[in-house]
């Protein structure tokens, strides 16, 4: 149990077009999810901390008209890259953390983006 | 906000041999320090994690220790062996399932 995946697992995109990553809890409620960016060698990140039913909690330095977060449901978080530009290739990583029990984060495989 | 620091950045070690990482953290208000292990191109990988209450804490191989006071925890990883080979993070946050603050890597390569 306790499945986190993401989809697309990679994406190819031409600068300045919109991009769609989803984050789904397979087998187990989330009410936060977590969207991490990670550039090549360097660590994760934090984005932004997606809440269900509420707006996300953006952290310092991250555009919230950029980088648009959807927690509709209790098992979906999309984030949506606006106006991609090079500069946002990277690999992003979502989490979610299962609303019963221990409170442990579990982490989806990453979505490669690469902005042309 | 929480900073996290993480040395060494590369580490080598004959397979057999011992590893140790070593983090800092500044939130005195941080709880919950978890270790992650990532292979390139893919998810991290909880391999252990302590909280504040605890001081040090085993999984076979595997050894987190933690000084609350000074503010730093390690990870050692005994006997390493090539499959040991990864990239490992620490983590720190308020408490388990809160936004996680990471160093900023260890790679590790055990050499056969």
């Known amino acids: 149990g306790a499945v986190v995946s993401q989809h697309p697992s990679w994406v190819i995109c031409k600068s300045g077009t919109s991009v769609k990553i989803e984050c789904r809890s397979l087998d187990f409620q989330a009410t936060t999810m977590f969207w991490y960016r990670q550039f090549p060698k360097q660590s994760l990140m934090l984005m932004a901390t997606s809440n269900e039913g509420s707006k996300a909690t953006y952290e310092q330095g991250v555009e919230k008209d950029k980088f648009l977060i959807n927690h509709a449901s209790l098992t979906l978080s999309t984030l949506t890259v606006t106006s991609a530009h090079p500069e946002d290739s990277s690999f992003y990583i979502c989490?979610?953390?299962?609303?019963?029990?221990?409170?442990?984060?579990?982490f989806g495989p990453g979505t490669r983006l690469t902005v042309l | 906000g929480e900073n996290v620091e993480q040395h060494p950045s590369t580490l080598s070690v004959q397979e057999g041999d011992s590893a140790v990482i070593k983090c800092t953290y500044s939130d005195s208000a941080s709880n919950y320090f978890p270790w992650y292990k990532q292979e390139l191109g893919k998810r991290p990988q909880l391999i252990i994690d302590?909280?504040?209450?605890?001081g040090e804490k085993k999984d076979q191989r595997i050894a987190v220790t933690l000084n609350k006071t000074a503010k730093h925890f390690s990870l050692h990883i005994t006997e390493t062996q090539p499959e040991d080979s990864a990239v490992y993070f620490c983590a720190a946050s308020q408490a388990a399932g809160n936004k996680l603050t990471f160093g900023g890597g260890t790679r590790v390569l055990v050499k056969p």
């Open positions: 989490s979610a953390v299962r609303s019963l029990g221990r409170n442990e984060q579990f």
């Open positions: 302590i909280r504040s209450n605890v």
